[in-house]
């Protein structure tokens, strides 16, 4: 079932979220609601808080080529236990920052830890875009968005911004 996203501010998006005790059905199925919603948005990555679901849960698929066999990835307590010395600068956005970008600079590879959908801990690492989107959604269970990577002036500019759209999806 595709949810709604919320747009920054929201108090929801600067919250750390609690670890996920265990895997339970409750929990699969969101997971299966969180790649529903991220698919359709589009994006390639979606974090329970995004939903206001203050857990700690992620999902991601960063396979974009037409054609392509399709990754989804859910993970519960993501956490980061490795990162390289290089780095990759990426333009970022985010599905609760609609139409802004702004440049951030991550590890280029990461080795993650977490559980998978049958309870069962995994371990792999990334690098590109994976890396970044996986930084990027681990970020948000810690309360950080992009935006905090940015300038004073640049993040006010955008937060002015989503106050406005939010607004505006008010009052239609």
Known sequence: MKRPILIHPDPRLKKVCAPVPDVSDD?????DDMLVTMYDAPGIGLAAPQIGVLSRVIVLDCVKE?????KPMVMFNPEIVAASDETNTYDEGCLSIPDQ??????????????IDRDG???????????????????????????????????RQMITRKMQKLKREMMRT
């Not at 037409?66 to 399709?70: F, I, K, Q, S």
Request: proline share 3%.
């Open 120 to 154: 069962r801990e995994q371990s792999d690492t990334f690098d590109g875009l994976w890396a970044t989107c996986v930084q990027h959604e681990i970020d948000h269970l810690n309360g950080k968005l992009f935006i905090d990577y940015l300038g004073a002036m640049r």
């Open 66 to 70: 037409e054609g392509e066999t399709p």
């Open 27 to 31: 929990l699969r199925k969101l997971g």
């Open 101 to 114: 970008y702004g440049e951030v600079t991550r590890p280029k590879a990461v080795d993650v830890r977490w």
